[in-house]
C-alpha cells in the first residue's frame, strides 16, 4: 500500500520552527537596531568635537535637526517619506550644493556656544520669508534629499503633482541609468508640514556643511 505523507502531529513542530524563526529576526533586527544607534552617536561625537554646526536626518524616526556640539537648535518633523536607489553611506556627509529656482541671500549662522545660547536660537524671521521652501541637497557620495512642504492652493498642489510625477518616473529612470553604469544613486524625497519649515530649513543649511542621514 503507497505511503501517505501526512502533517499529522507536525502542529507542534511547525509552531516551534515559526516562533525561533520569529526570535531570530527579533534579535536580529534589535542587533542592527543597537548597531546603527551606536555608529551614530559615534560619527555624530566626532561631528560635535568641531565648533561647526551640522544636521541629523533620521528617516524612520522622520526628523531633520540642526545640531551644535551636541545640542539641538532647530528640529523639523518630517510628514512624510520616500526613497530611491542606494542607502546613504553611514558616516558625515557634506552638502555640496543647494539646488532650486532661485538662490536668496542669507546671513551665516553662528554656532551655539554653550546650553543657554542653544535654548535661545531662533531663525531669523526677517530673512525667511524670502527663502524657498521647495529645494534639493546634494550630499556627498551621489545622495540627493528633495525637500518640499505639504501643498494648500492650486498653484502648489498642481507643483507637487508635478514633483509626484517626476519622482514616480525620472527618478526610477535616473536610479536605473546610474545602476547600469555602476555609479551609485540615492535619493530621498521628504515633506515637511509647513511651507515656513521649508524655509527655515533651506536657510538653517548652508553649502559646505556636514550631516548625517541614519535609517533609524
Not at 13 to 24: D, E, K, Q, R, S
Not at 26 to 45: D, I, P, Q, V
Amino acid at each position: 500500500m503507497p505511503s501517505v505523507w501526512t502533517t499529522r502531529g507536525r502542529g507542534p513542530l511547525v509552531a516551534a520552527v515559526f516562533i525561533a524563526l520569529l526570535l531570530t529576526s527579533f534579535a536580529w533586527g534589535e542587533a542592527r537596531t543597537e548597531f546603527l544607534e551606536n555608529r551614530l552617536a559615534k560619527e555624530e561625537l566626532a561631528l560635535a568635537k568641531t565648533p561647526s554646526l551640522y544636521f541629523i536626518i533620521l528617516l524612520k524616526s522622520k526628523v531633520v535637526a540642526l545640531r551644535s556640539r551636541g545640542m539641538t537648535l532647530q528640529e523639523w518633523k518630517v510628514q512624510g517619506l520616500h526613497a530611491w536607489g542606494d542607502a546613504a553611506p553611514l558616516g558625515a556627509m557634506t552638502l555640496t550644493k543647494k539646488s532650486t529656482l532661485f538662490q536668496p541671500q542669507r546671513a551665516k549662522i553662528k554656532p551655539a556656544a554653550n546650553e543657554e545660547e542653544a535654548a535661545t536660537f531662533e531663525l531669523d524671521a526677517l530673512e525667511l520669508k524670502d527663502m524657498p521652501s521647495r529645494f534639493t541637497l546634494f550630499l556627498s557620495g551621489d545622495i540627493r534629499i528633495q525637500v518640499r512642504a505639504k501643498s494648500s492652493g492650486f498653484f502648489p498642489r498642481l507643483g507637487n503633482f508635478g514633483h509626484l510625477v517626476a519622482w514616480n518616473v525620472w527618478v526610477p529612470l535616473k536610479n536605473l541609468a546610474f545602476h547600469l553604469r555602476k555609479k551609485p544613486f540615492g535619493a530621498i524625497d521628504i515633506r515637511l508640514e509647513k511651507k515656513e519649515d521649508g524655509q527655515a530649513l533651506y536657510w538653517a543649511l548652508p553649502d559646505g556643511i556636514k550631516g548625517l542621514v541614519f535609517p533609524l
